[in-house]
């Protein structure tokens, strides 16, 4: 049985082709990457999960774009967050008031009052939603990949017959379906107008697009390294390279380990962290564009408040960016998925493929300089925010160059030729076998 996980063979993969098993590159980057190996957060590991893996599942095309879309319209999409979190803290004031009362006026009184608080906190809720679709829809996805999320770790033990729900939410989550479902999804819901349309009416749907051409595009290389590479993830070759009597660091949400066994030889790089860094750098630019126009709209009015009040951190999307990216890539490392070497190669790879269509060939140099510049023209105002170049491109329409068919050239080219690299590993594998 494997160490990891009892209800597993303990095989063992071939030796990592890139970087070799025992190179210089590999024992360094194995020394550098093992003290994350060995931590334990136990239930922590439940919230770890989520940012640890969603950046690489099928629900992500779904929910990353419509998060974008909401983002471009950021005024808009502000205004009903707030709404809805002063909705929430309402509610949970009340049913703390409910609780602690509840043996004065008696159990019926408090079953009452309960009722009646829920019925009206969900009858404001639902007329949000449907006042702010744009930010009512990447929540709704949210919900649904929380579902499959706890589905999957629920049920999914890694064995053969884990049943068919942990077969369904696998399939949904990484299987060839899945991606093109919430792919599909994902261009639908970045589409969403002001009134449950898909007219894509102001162009918010580009913010979506770009996603998706940028999170398809830098899994090319990726799945390319991956292939080739076949370096054998930490759950596989950390315990075969360390001393047999040391304790084994198993982890709390076994689900985690045993998809990793399964896909063993794939740690080099990170197609994950990948993910995490396209969704970052497009948050990012995004955000940016959609202040740009609110600061633009704001000074272009006769109304006397300041453009920076639109705005409730300089650097609100610089934490956020690094927050996902931060996140998934401890996730990954943490799970024993990838050492610090993969994550960095995944995190560069998508660096290079997200910033290139943004500024046509540009460097992370030239988007710093273009947000430095953004944040100096909203501090005197917003005048002459249009005129920002990024390598020749300005910020307001950078976005509009992104058209529907990108992402689904893109997309549908990754899918059938990972498809078809999928289908070859599994002739390979027969015959290794026979």
Known sequence: MHPLHPQLPNTKTDPSIFPQDGSTVDRVDKAVSSPLFWLSFGPLEIPLSVPGAVFGTA???FLGPTVLTAISDWPSSATGLEKIGFVLLDLYKALTTVVKGGNVGGASNAIESLVTIATGSSSTLFSLGKNYPRLTVPILGFIVYLVLWISFLIWFRGRENEGRLGKFTVGFLWGSKGYVLFFLLGLLGSRVDESWGFSGDGGHWRAGALLLTCWSASLFPIICLKKWTKRRRPCVCFFEDTKKDEPVPR?????????MLHDGSAAFPSGDVSGAVSFAISLHFTYLRAI??????????SSSSDPGDL???DYLSYYIALTCVGLSAFGRMYFLAHHLFDVIIGATIAVVFTIGPIGRGGVVPLLVKASVDIQAELSRGGEGLSKIEVKGTS??????????????LVHTSLLLWYIQAFRAAEEMGKKKKE
């Open 251 to 259: 982890k709390f949400l076994s689900a985690m380990t045993c998809t």
């Open 395 to 408: 910020i307001p329409t950078a976005l509009d160059s992104i058209q529907w068919w990108h992402p689904v």
């Open 292 to 301: 740009g126009a609110a600061s633009n709209d704001s000074s272009s009015s």
């Open 311 to 313: 705005v409730h951190s």
């Open 59 to 61: 629900p992500f095309l």
